[in-house]
């Protein structure tokens, strides 16, 4: 019979680790280091961001200068058309006056009542035709005044949608 023996078997040797060469190759990257590389970067960020709105804080402000600009052009665009139109207004009057005055002396000189009757239907047709004519005057010259003022601002926000489109691109 064997005799038993009460050996230990030798623990099989461990593979060697390989080396870390991450150190190696941050030896120089001491936490002081990493700080100051990580600021220099950041202040550099920081810089071309500055740098950056600033350049949009001009463009900004040149942009509402030039809205502002439209915004008065159109102002006096438009004011200059009311005063057209209140002109015309004034021209209108004076003439309505005149028609109206002539239009009582041929009623003072109307001899029977017919003749009374058709004068008065020819004023009313007169009078009909000439209200159509100037309320068509007046539409017409409310649009092309609306049209004329409305110009300039049309311009910027079409030049301000194209900035835009730039920007967004």
């Known amino acids: 019979a064997k005799a038993k023996t009460n050996r230990k078997k030798a623990p099989a040797a461990k593979p060697a680790k390989p080396k870390d060469t991450t150190m190696d190759m941050m030896t120089d990257m001491t936490p002081a280091t990493k700080m100051a590389e990580f600021t220099a970067e950041a202040q550099e960020r920081a810089k071309a961001a500055f740098e950056k709105s600033g350049a949009m804080a001009s463009e900004m402000s040149e942009m509402a200068k030039e809205n502002y600009e439209a915004m008065v052009e159109a102002g006096q665009i438009f004011s200059n058309g009311l005063q057209d139109l209140a002109k015309s207004d004034m ?3 004076k003439s309505a006056l005149e028609t109206m005055q002539d239009d009582l002396k041929a009623m003072a000189s109307v001899k ?3 003749e009374l009757f058709q004068l008065q239907g020819d ?3 007169r ?4 209200l159509a004519q100037f309320g068509s005057q007046r539409a017409e010259s409310g649009f092309k005044l609306a049209n004329d003022a409305f110009a300039p601002l049309t ?7 194209e900035k835009a489109g730039k920007v967004a691109a």
């Open 155 to 161: 311009t910027r926000m079409s030049v301000a949608a």
């Open 112 to 114: 029977s009542p017919t």
């Open 91 to 93: 021209e209108a009057g």
């Open 127 to 130: 009078n009909i035709d000439a």
């Open 123 to 125: 004023i009313l047709r």
